[in-house]
């Protein structure tokens, strides 16, 4: 999970880096802190549940957000490895297309199967 972590954090540190003169800023998607920053943002940022009659609202998978003036533009999912959780990126990011029409993008340092053996 520190492994994890640490990708994330570079990620973060990274884009924004590049990002660094425009109005866009990279933020942990933890929902809390999220939530906390703006209400309107988490609201944005959360998806309609109507199955329950007890929850609005689900959190998706969302390590990184870009947002500009408190909109979000883009969810930045960070995994390490693609072996399982590929399907999860693109479980939430059809489901936030469809609901949101807000863009997911997988950051990932893994090469899956075109990596070389000697590597």
């Known amino acids: 999970m520190e492994a ?3 990708w994330e954090e ?3 540190l990274y884009l924004s880096e590049k990002l660094k003169n425009t109005n866009i800023e990279i933020i942990k998607g933890n929902e809390k802190e999220i939530k906390k920053r703006s209400e309107k ?4 940022l959360s998806l309609p549940l109507k199955s329950s009659p ?15 003036d408190e909109l979000p533009i883009t969810i ?3 995994k ?3 072996h399982g959780r590929f399907t999860e990126t693109l479980f939430w990011s059809l489901l936030y297309r469809m609901l ?3 863009k997911v993008v997988l950051a990932t340092p893994d090469a899956g199967r075109q990596q070389k053996e000697d590597e």
């Open 100 to 102: 949101t029409k807000i």
């Open 4 to 6: 994890g972590g640490n």
């Open 80 to 82: 390490l490895s693609l």
């Open 76 to 78: 930045i999912s960070c």
């Open 41 to 44: 943002l988490w609201k944005l």
């Open 54 to 68: 007890n929850i609005e609202n689900v959190w998706g998978d969302i390590d990184l957000v870009a947002i500009k």
């Open 10 to 12: 570079y990620v973060r």
